[in-house]
Structures are given as C-alpha cells and as structure tokens.
C-alpha cells in the first residue's frame, strides 16, 4: 500500500449526532474506531478547547506535547494557554462496546448534557454540544467568503 493511500484512509472525517448515555459514556462511530485500530491505539486524549473538547490519539497527543515544551516556551503567554489545555487532559480508553467515559467535569465545562456532534478533522474529532455546534456551523456557513482557499490551491 503506498503510503497516499494509507494516510487517506487513516484520517477522521464526517460528522455524526450522539446521544450520551446516563453514566456521560459516548459510543464513538465506527469509522472512527477503524482508523484507531488501525492507524493508533483503542485510548483517546480528550482536553478542552475554545468552544468544544477535542479528542486526539494518544500519539497524535503526544506530538502535540513536544511541540508545546519545545516550542511553546519561545512564545509569550503561552503559560496560559499550556494550563488550560493540559489541565483538561484525560487519558480515555475504548471499552468493547466502543464507547468513552466523558469526565463530568468537561462536560460541565462545555455544557454538554445528551446529545452531542462528532466531528472529524483528519488527525484527530471534535465533539461539541449539538447547540454549540449548530450556533458554529451557522457562523462558520456565514462567513465561508472570508477563507482564502485560492491560497491553498484549492479553488
């Protein structure tokens, strides 16, 4: 297999609407699972973010930390943005149902309550509160004009 047409199909994409069930555990889709058994490991770091919690492969994660001690010191108040991402971690692990535990304390944090959006970005999802959510796609569809696609040659 070369490696273009391994690393397509090894990417998170689409979205999916979740419900969670009463313990806060979500079912992670199947087409996420496969690129995790495939490409990573079965155990997510989850940590918040701006407006949602992002999930990350462990190793995807692990890149991620390197760059923050290695690059992230050269940056002014980046002390701040370091605390609160890292501060949000949790290692979650897939149970044999395919589902992780969401701490409550980010659930809390992002209101997250039942139901709940999935969404790929390649190397690692998102998951937000399905009112967040539709309040940033509306935003994100209003100001589709104001991205410079021409600038990655894609238009």
């Not at 496969?34 to 940590?47: G, N, Q, W």
């Not at 701040?80 to 890292?86: D, G, K, L, T």
């Not at 535990?101 to 659930?107: C, E, F, H, I």
């Not at 569809?141 to 040659?153: A, E, H, K, P, Y």
Request: a positive charge.
């Amino acid at each position: 297999m070369s490696e273009n047409s391994r690393s397509t199909e090894n990417r998170f994409r689409s979205r999916s609407e979740h419900n969670l069930d009463a313990k806060g555990r979500l079912s992670i889709p199947s087409r996420f699972r496969d690129v995790l058994r495939r490409e990573y490991s079965e155990i997510l770091m989850v940590t918040n973010w701006q407006s949602c919690l992002k999930a990350y492969p462990v190793l995807v994660w692990e890149d991620i930390e390197a760059t923050l001690l290695g690059q992230g010191k050269k940056q002014p108040n980046m002390g701040a943005f370091v605390r609160y991402v890292i501060s949000g971690v949790t290692e979650c692990s897939l149970d044999k149902q395919g589902r992780i535990l969401l701490p409550p304390a980010l659930r809390t944090d992002f209101k997250i309550k039942k139901t709940v959006m999935l969404s790929g970005m390649l190397d690692h999802f998102e998951i937000w509160d399905k009112a967040a959510w539709t309040t940033e796609t509306q935003q994100t569809r209003d100001n589709f004009n104001s991205f410079d696609l021409s600038t990655l040659g894609i238009l």
